[in-house]
């Protein structure tokens, strides 16, 4: 038997952190999707695709990966203050309650699971507090299993995508089929959402998101939702 190397470990350390199946409740939330389906903004393939496209060029997204970015490099040097700071910004960039609930609670199952797999972790984990956002804990774990950052990347925007189109499927509906091939047909703008990414200053962190806070605001008092968001 091959022995097993040092950038399969990484490979699969990837493969595990951006899994549909980590326990941290992405499932149950749609960012506003469920509101922009019931008011028909969204109905079918071609929108929800135009949706998501405008996300990854414009939206909050891009600012989650690149703090995700910055937690890994500033966990990777043990700089807990720089963690901090990041972890905050994130938190003050939720424009609302049900974005920052989510990404807490993800957060929080997340920072707990690794815990839990990676004691040394807990320190560091334990500096943050109760409101650590997702993107941090993932940031954590990537530095900890020395992932390549482009793959980090990669596989964050994939796991957003890959749930956002899950809940369309079962909103819109969509067929499975069509699902995929909208996951197929993202996969050269999230490449490319990489690399500008990779690229980006501090003070060039910015989106343009309002259309995901009013969805997400009317969302909070939607009378019937199967989503938490």
């Known amino acids: 038997m091959d022995t097993i190397t040092l950038t399969d470990i990484h490979f699969l350390g990837i493969l595990q952190l951006a899994s549909p199946a980590l326990p941290v409740g992405a499932y149950g939330y749609s960012e506003g999707l469920e509101t922009l389906v019931e008011d028909g903004i969204i109905a079918n393939q071609e929108t929800l695709q135009h949706w998501l496209t405008s996300e990854l060029r414009y939206g909050a997204i ?3 990966a ?5 937690a890994a490099e500033s966990a990777k040097i043990g700089n807990l203050e720089t963690l901090c700071y990041w972890n905050r910004w994130l938190s003050a960039a939720r424009e609302t309650q049900e974005l920052r609930n989510s990404s807490w609670q993800m957060g929080r199952s997340l920072a707990q699971l690794i815990g839990k797999l990676q004691p040394e972790l807990l320190p560091t984990i334990n500096s943050l507090g109760n ?6 804990a993932f940031g954590i774990a990537v530095a900890h299993w020395q992932i390549n950052v482009n793959a980090a990347l990669l596989a964050y925007l994939h ?3 890959s749930n956002l189109i899950t809940a369309g499927v079962k909103l819109i509906p969509l067929g499975q089929t069509a699902g995929q091939a909208l996951l197929l047909d993202l996969q050269p703008l999230i490449s490319a959402t990489v690399q500008e990414i990779l690229v980006l200053e501090d003070d060039e962190l910015s989106c343009c998101s309002w259309g ?18």
Request: proline share 0%.
């Open 62 to 64: 891009r600012l989650e």
């Open 66 to 70: 690149a703090v995700m970015l910055r």
């Open 131 to 136: 409101r650590c956002n997702y993107a941090i």
């Open 159 to 161: 796991s957003w995508a």
């Open 212 to 229: 995901l806070s009013l969805a997400s605001m009317q969302h909070e008092i939607q009378y019937t939702r199967l989503f938490r968001s």
